[in-house]
Antibody, heavy 117, light 108 residues
Framework: QVQLQESGTGLVKPSETLSLTCTVS????????WSWIRQPPGKGLEWIGY???????DYNPSLKSRVTMSVDTSTNQFSLKLTSVTAADTAVYYC???????????WGQGTLVTVSA | DIQMTQSPSTLSASVGDRVTITCRAS??????LAWYQQKPGKAPKLLIY???TLKSGVPSRFSGGGSGTEFTLTISGLQPDDFATYYC??????????FGQGTKVEIK
């Protein structure tokens, strides 16, 4: 059974870079697409982007200029970097497995990232 | 972007009720639609994909329908565990993937 676990800094200062890692167990990271999704407090879900094992990525155009995702097949992890953060980037960040033609079938528990000085 | 609009935003119902949530897409997504259930403080869970295919392990009281631009999620015989927020999501286009704004099913 696949499990995903987010890790990273929970408090980031405005204008700095948010960095998160998702560790995957129970599945090879080379087998699927892997996405980051966020949810501001009390609000809905926003897809940030995905990364594939080849390093192929696709990002939400609304965040594309600030987002970088990468994958490390040796550690079965993938990561998210979001630059120049503001308070609007405060959210619970989820990593999720994106199975082709199926949707997000497995999710991490989520990690709250707060942007504040 | 493909906009996804859910209705209603909030739904009050009782245990045993049959409830239906509607999701409309701003353009045709054929049947590339998923439904998720989210409880407070938890990650969303996939219920249905390809508009009407129930994920393994999801109770059969959940059903999905529709194609093109209009879709429904029906819960037949609401159970206490079903009070949650439900989201639809289109995956016809990754530019970008988009979710509905959510429908909260609360106890009447």
């Amino acid at each position: 059974q696949v499990q995903l676990q987010e890790s990273g800094t929970g408090l980031v200062k405005p204008s700095e870079t948010l960095s998160l890692t998702c560790t995957v167990s129970g599945d090879s990271i080379g087998s699927h697409y892997w996405s980051w999704i966020r949810q501001p407090p009390g609000k809905g879900l926003e897809w940030i982007g995905y990364v594939y094992n080849s390093g192929r990525t696709d990002y939400n155009p609304s965040l594309k200029s600030r987002v970088t995702m990468s994958v490390d097949t040796s550690t079965n992890q993938f990561s998210l970097k979001l630059t120049s953060v503001t308070a609007a980037d405060t959210a619970v960040y989820y990593c999720a497995r994106d199975v082709v033609a199926t949707g997000f079938d497995s999710w991490g528990q989520g990690t709250l990232v707060t942007v504040s000085a | 972007d493909i906009q996804m609009t859910q209705s209603p935003s909030t739904l009050s119902a009782s245990v045993g009720d049959r409830v239906t949530i509607t999701c409309r897409a701003s353009q045709s997504i054929t049947d590339w639609l998923a439904w998720y259930q989210q409880k407070p403080g938890k990650a969303p869970k996939l219920l249905i994909y390809k508009a009407s295919t129930l994920k393994s392990g999801v109770p059969s009281r959940f059903s999905g329908g529709g194609s093109g631009t209009e879709f429904t999620l029906t819960i037949s015989g609401l159970q206490p565990d079903d009070f949650a927020t439900y989201y639809c999501q289109q995956y016809r286009s990754y530019s970008p993937l988009t979710f509905g704004q959510g429908t909260k099913v609360e106890i009447k």
